[in-house]
């Protein structure tokens, strides 16, 4: 008899692990701004797996932390002011890899006597380039900042537009 209740329990677990150990491999994203047109649009949800640098091959749509300036937002009485640096994830195509050859011409902001892109460092372009804020303007993405490389385009659900 306890070995019936053991089995579902054991079950239970197996299955409750499995989800963490995917919950730490993927995670969702929202893509916000027209950056990536035609690719991904403003309120697309991508699949990123969590990936390190070394795993990111040139083409390949990554995820990473972007820190911008918050615009003021109004702070109830008593409240503490929030102005200052925010984080939020940024989804850009890595367009050169550690070891690949800087791509001074489309990237002037490298251009400074390397000659290859360092490691533990990526070269992301946004598709939409007249929007996008990406190696152009801040130069090299660190791989510390690196959350992952995009699976796939996951499909709206029942509540969301196309």
């Known amino acids: ?6 089995v579902p329990a054991l079950a239970a677990l197996a299955l409750a692990a499995v989800t963490l150990g995917m919950r730490r491999a993927f ?17 697309d949800r991508v699949l990123v797996r969590r990936r390190g640098v070394t795993a990111v091959r040139t083409d390949d749509l990554v995820v ?11 702070v109830p009485a008593g409240a503490a002011e929030n102005d200052g640096p925010r984080t939020v ?19 002037p902001v490298l251009a400074g006597g390397t000659t290859s892109v360092p490691a533990d460092r ?3 372009l946004g598709d939409n380039p007249a929007v996008s804020r990406d190696s ?3 130069g090299y993405v660190a791989g510390e900042r690196l959350l992952g490389v ?7 659900s029942d509540g969301d537009s196309c």
Not at 65 to 73: G, K, L, N, R, S
């Open 27 to 43: 995670v969702v994203v929202t893509v916000r701004g027209r950056s990536m047109q035609p690719t991904l649009r403003d309120g």
């Open 150 to 156: 995009v699976i796939r385009r996951m499909r709206p």
């Open 1 to 6: 008899m306890s070995l019936l209740l053991t």
């Open 89 to 107: 994830w940024a989804v850009k195509r890595a367009i050169a890899v550690p070891g690949d050859p800087v791509p001074e011409t489309r990237v």
């Open 122 to 124: 990526l070269v992301v």
């Open 64 to 74: 990473f932390a972007d820190v911008i300036d918050a615009p003021p937002v109004p």
């Open 136 to 138: 152009r303007l801040y």
